[in-house]
């Protein structure tokens, strides 16, 4: 377990940044109860395969089976709650913004959790799986929370068109406005956290390097080892959902 000393260098330094970021992974939503990409057996990427269900080519091949599996994670998602960990970001970037810190919040969760626990400088780097998109227009909606009725979707923008699920999938482009705006904060950062995540797709996988050659402060909060641990400064192996009200503690005491 990481040090309270250790904890509170790190809470003066958020106070004293110029620009905080931080970087979210499917680990923090662990704790909601929604199932992370790997690791254990019951993880995603252990139980389904990603090139038939997260690829443009699976979506052409078999557009039921994909929109199928979609909506049942959107189900989840509707039913699962924002945990501590989602919470306590939401206090950090109160607190940070109040002594005129930025702060900047990139996720790769495409679930919502953070706006829902009411963080509010959040990008979605992978989308949200709670705006489908029609594939003939383009155009998105957030569907009503009922379970869809027909796989794949019709499209209420073009009869021809069916509904997708607006989250970036492998060979996709990430949305270039959220690139944008992490690169203009991986710029200014001076601390940052990787949080829940595996570090293994980019570019988030690439931002705390981005950090650590400009001289930052790194952390990474995250029970199990990744491919960044060895280059971070501080690497709490704590669940997300325990660390961060610890980071609290100390930032408002
Ligand atoms: P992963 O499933 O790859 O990694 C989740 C990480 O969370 C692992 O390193 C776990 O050790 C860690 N973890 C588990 N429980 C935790 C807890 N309670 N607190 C903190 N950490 C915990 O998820 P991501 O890194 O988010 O992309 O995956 C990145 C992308 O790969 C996803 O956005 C998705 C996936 O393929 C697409 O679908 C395009």
Redesign the pocket.
């Given at each position: 377990m990481m040090r309270e000393s250790t904890i509170q260098t790190i809470a003066d330094a958020c106070l004293t940044a110029r620009h905080v970021v931080v970087v979210?992974?499917?680990?923090?939503s662990?704790?909601s109860g929604l199932s992370?990409?790997?690791?254990p057996r019951e993880?995603?990427?252990s139980r389904y395969d990603?090139m038939r269900l997260?690829t443009p080519e699976a979506f052409e091949q078999d557009p039921a089976l994909v929109t199928r599996w979609y909506d049942w994670r959107r189900q989840a998602g509707l039913q699962a709650r924002p945990n501590a960990?989602h919470l306590a970001l939401v206090c950090l970037e109160r607190i940070v913004t109040a002594s005129g810190v930025g702060f900047t919040l990139l996720t790769?969760?495409?679930d919502r959790l953070h706006h829902r626990a009411g963080s509010v400088n959040v990008y979605e780097?992978?989308g949200s799986i709670h705006e489908w998109r029609c594939t003939v227009t383009g155009q998105s909606f957030e569907p009503p929370p009922q379970p869809f009725q027909e796989f794949p979707p019709r499209s209420p923008f073009d009869p021809r068109g069916r509904l997708r699920p607006a989250?970036?999938?492998?060979g996709e482009p990430l949305p270039a406005e959220v690139l944008r705006v992490a690169a203009e904060a991986m710029e200014s950062c001076d601390v940052f956290f990787s949080?829940?995540?595996?570090?293994?797709?980019y570019p988030?996988a690439g931002f705390a390097e981005q950090v650590i050659a400009r001289g930052g402060l790194t952390i990474e909060?995250?029970?199990?080892e990744?491919p960044i641990s060895g280059r971070v400064n501080h690497a709490a192996r704590?669940?997300?959902?325990s660390w961060l009200p610890r980071l609290i503690a100390h930032i408002s005491l």
């Open positions: 979210t992974g499917a680990g923090l662990a704790e992370t990409f790997r690791g993880a995603l990427w990603p997260a960990g790769q969760n495409v780097l992978h989250v970036v999938w492998f949080i829940g995540t595996s570090s293994v797709v988030a909060v995250n029970p199990n990744t704590e669940s997300s959902g």
